[in-house]
């Protein structure tokens, strides 16, 4: 039998559900008012870097908002740059500085109110309760299966291309579907007038990216990043052995003054292992071994006269996986998508509609019998049983979805909102169908110049859910489809350059699907994973950022809440319930290209407590210690002319070296935590760019 291998980076997102190691150029149009935006403490930011590109829009408030619309003259315009009422905008300007971040925008989603990671460093969440299988990821509207290489790796889309990162918590825009969870997506940059281009040299990888015009009407862009210092790395560690790699390209082409055309492809590819240096050549435990491809092309019309925004976009794809539980998984993907935006009522209304559909051809090869080194007439245990249960959960088959959504946004008076919206999916999987009906509206209410009061409902369902692994989706409809009602009532105030904002919510999942989270243990049978309960997360979360003073930048939240998992008439809290999460930041202008940040993450201990035959978990266990740590980034920028400039980044994620508990073994005598680490990611980095 294959040994279990240490938990390591992605097995705490992936081998977490197996055990295996005790171990998404710009977005769909959203609805905004086009009125002057609040106070923005991003301006009173820390300057920018010498060097930096012009940003192509004003920062995005700290706390993202919709601004009030003025009474008579102001439109609702189809763009805009600010986040839908009830979710987050970041802009990589305000986050790059982010310590911990490792300069990646992805990562300072998880200092956002209502994000819980897994375990420290790990970019994999829990949000309101929602597992990571219910997280969905997009660039540019293209959904993707992962949003990070594995173990300390960059994003899978480098940080030069993103000018904006969205959290839509929930209730999300009615064009984003067939998720129970969140949706977490970027939008690219858009083209730039002049050659341009960023690079990094890091210890374990390099990277970067170019573009420019070719012509007038023409624009490219080519990118990526390789891990060259993987070697180097296994070399330092020689139970690991770990690689990855990624890809960008980009053409635009204008085709008339309202009308352009965009070829987008990219990719993927990762691979980590585990190796016993003892067991020879059978010591090798593959933990993930996957890439991922997309080819996007997409039409989009501007009507000056009309204000309307027409966008078609054919999307091709392939995932692939290799090694984990199936001996290899291959999903062929085809997505067309039509959207429509125009504003209505003499510009007092907004109304956008869209329909799409997706293809998926899986073609599943599952391991030979007694691949994984024990008799056929044994019986699978640990981390063997996914050599059973996966081809059970993952079979060769064509799914098909459909879906069609409409909104409308409408402006009540100078200073409120209401977005009424309705999505219609229809799944067909292995001869099962479902059909999804998921209304929501949200509000925004003015109360004076300075406060907005944000109420939200919404239903979000979505097919049975493992773990983002490319190409690995449960077939059939077993159990039925997850069904969400997702509730909040939010509160955002701004007080000079600071920003407030304060969120009570509650989330209830029908038909969870949830691995992970629905207890501990060593069970890894197909039963474990098509289990069913009902989730009910509920909370408190609160934020606040914005400038103290011009060369100083501040950012706070937390969040209060509780996530449980109810089966068989039995309530347990979430394997990874979090009662208290807070994160401090505070960003420094240093003068002379100098800049320098600290911060702080706090959060309170999981259940202590385990599944095993005979003893079923507790309703109310211990917890594990609480976790802390503080990271730091200190960078220094030099300027070579007026575009052009050279830096150097150290940036240090858990500089206490604090070791975290990632898991429990218990027995009748109680729970013995297990710990890992000190895990801490040290990152230099030198960087230019012009």
């Known amino acids: 039998m294959r040994s279990p291998s240490a938990l390591l980076a992605l097995a705490l997102a992936v081998a977490a559900c197996l055990r295996a190691g005790e171990a998404r150029s710009q977005p769909e149009p959203r609805p905004t008012d086009a009125a002057p935006s609040p106070p923005d403490a991003a301006q009173a930011s820390p300057a920018a870097h010498p060097g930096d590109p012009p940003p192509a829009e004003p920062p995005a408030p700290a706390v993202p908002a919709e601004a009030p619309a003025a009474p008579a003259g102001i439109e609702v315009t189809v763009e805009g740059n600010r986040a839908p009422a009830g979710s987050v905008s970041l802009s990589r300007r305000d986050i790059r500085e982010l310590p911990g971040a490792l300069g990646d925008p992805y990562r300072a989603i998880e200092v956002q109110p209502g994000v819980t990671t897994i375990a420290s460093g790990m970019p994999y969440y829990y949000i309101r309760g929602a597992p990571p299988g219910n997280i969905g990821y997009f660039f540019n509207g293209i959904q993707v299966p992962l949003l990070f290489h594995v173990g300390a790796g960059p994003s ?191 510009g007092r209304a907004l109304l956008r509609a869209g329909v799409d559909a997706a293809v998926d051809s899986y ?81 925004r209410f003015g109360i004076g110049e300075h406060v907005r009061l944000i109420p939200a409902f919404g239903l979000a369902s979505q097919l049975p859910g493992l773990a983002p692994l490319p190409a690995l989706q449960i077939g059939g409809i077993p159990g039925g489809l997850q069904r969400s009602l997702q509730s909040s009532f939010g509160v955002e105030a701004n007080a000079g350059p600071v920003n407030f904002s304060a969120t009570v919510f509650r989330q209830v999942t029908l038909g969870l699907s949830d691995p992970i989270g629905t207890g501990r243990g060593t069970n890894l049978s197909t039963e474990r994973f098509l289990a069913r309960s009902v989730g009910d997360t509920y909370g408190l979360e609160l934020g606040a950022r914005g400038a103290l003073r011009r060369d100083m930048f501040f950012l706070a939240s937390y969040t209060l809440s509780r996530s449980t998992r109810t089966r068989e008439q039995r309530t347990i809290p979430s394997a990874y319930d979090r009662t208290h999460v807070a994160h401090v930041a505070l960003l420094y202008d240093l003068g002379k290209g100098w800049r320098g940040g600290i911060r702080h993450v706090f959060y309170t201990g999981f259940p202590a407590d385990e599944i095993t035959p005979g003893r079923p978990a507790r309703e109310d266990p211990d917890r594990i210690q609480p976790f802390y740590r503080l990271d730091v980034r200190v960078s220094k920028r030099w300027a070579l002319s007026e575009r052009s400039y050279l830096g150097l980044v150290f940036d240090l994620q858990n500089a206490t070296l604090t070791k975290e508990v990632f898991d429990v073994s218990c027995d009748d005598s109680g729970c013995t935590p297990q710990t890992i680490g000190p895990i801490t990611m040290p990152g230099l980095a030198i960087e230019g760019g012009f």
């Open 156 to 346: 899978v889309i480098p940080a030069s291309m993103v000018q904006r990162v969205e959290m839509h918590l929930g209730p999300y825009p009615a064009d984003i579907g067939r998720l129970a969870g969140a949706a977490i997506e970027a939008e690219s940059a858009p083209p730039s007038d002049v050659w341009r281009g960023e690079g990094s040299l890091r210890f374990v990888d390099l990277g970067g990216v170019v573009e420019g015009p070719m012509d007038r009407d023409t624009h490219v862009l080519v990118g990526g990043h390789y891990a060259a210092g993987a070697a180097l790395a296994s070399a330092l560690v020689p139970s690991v052995d770990v690689g990855y790699a990624d890809y960008q390209a980009r053409i635009v082409n204008r085709l008339g003054p309202e009308e352009r055309f965009t070829v987008l492809a990219f990719g993927a590819y990762d691979y980590l292992a585990s190796i016993d240096e003892d067991a020879g050549a059978g010591g090798r435990n593959v933990l993930l071994d996957s890439d991922f491809h997309r080819l996007d092309l997409r039409y989009d019309r501007d009507e000056a006269a009309s204000g309307a925004r027409v966008r078609a976009a054919l999307t091709f794809g392939l995932d692939q996986s290799r090694g984990v539980g199936v001996e290899s998984a291959r999903a062929w993907k085809v997505n067309a998508r039509l959207s429509l935006a125009r504003p209505l009522l003499g």
């Open 363 to 443: 073609d599943i090869t599952p391991r030979p019998a007694g691949a994984d080194g024990e008799p056929d007439d044994v019986p699978a245990e640990g981390t063997a049983q996914l050599d059973e249960s996966f081809p059970e959960l993952f079979r060769s088959r064509l799914d098909l979805a459909l879906g069609a959504w409409a909104d409308a946004l409408l402006v009540l008076d100078e200073r409120s909102t209401i977005t009424p919206g309705v999505r219609v999916d229809h799944y067909t999987s292995l001869g099962a169908t479902a059909v999804a009906v998921d209304p929501r509206i949200v509000g």
